[in-house]
């Protein structure tokens, strides 16, 4: 199954993954305002998948 995540949640399983990770809420957000990568928007809230988070940094 998917892990979907809102902008604070991509942030919070990143750092879990690696604590000393420089990856912003404000970074993720201009990621989903830029198309770089797929959300969608539930009234204000942006659902992400963490597998496109991984996908576009690799």
């Given at each position: 199954m998917d892990k979907i995540r809102t902008i604070?949640?991509?942030?919070?399983?990143?750092?879990?993954l690696d604590p000393d990770c420089a990856i912003t809420e404000g970074f993720i957000r201009n990621l989903c305002k830029t198309n770089q990568i797929k959300y969608?928007?539930?009234?204000?809230?942006?659902?992400?998948?963490?597998?496109?988070?991984?996908?576009?940094?690799?």
């Amino acid at each position: 199954m998917d892990k979907i995540r809102t902008i604070s949640g991509v942030v919070e399983e990143l750092k879990k993954l690696d604590p000393d990770c420089a990856i912003t809420e404000g970074f993720i957000r201009n990621l989903c305002k830029t198309n770089q990568i797929k959300y969608h928007k539930s009234g204000k809230k942006y659902l992400i998948n963490m597998k496109d988070v991984f996908k576009y940094f690799e």
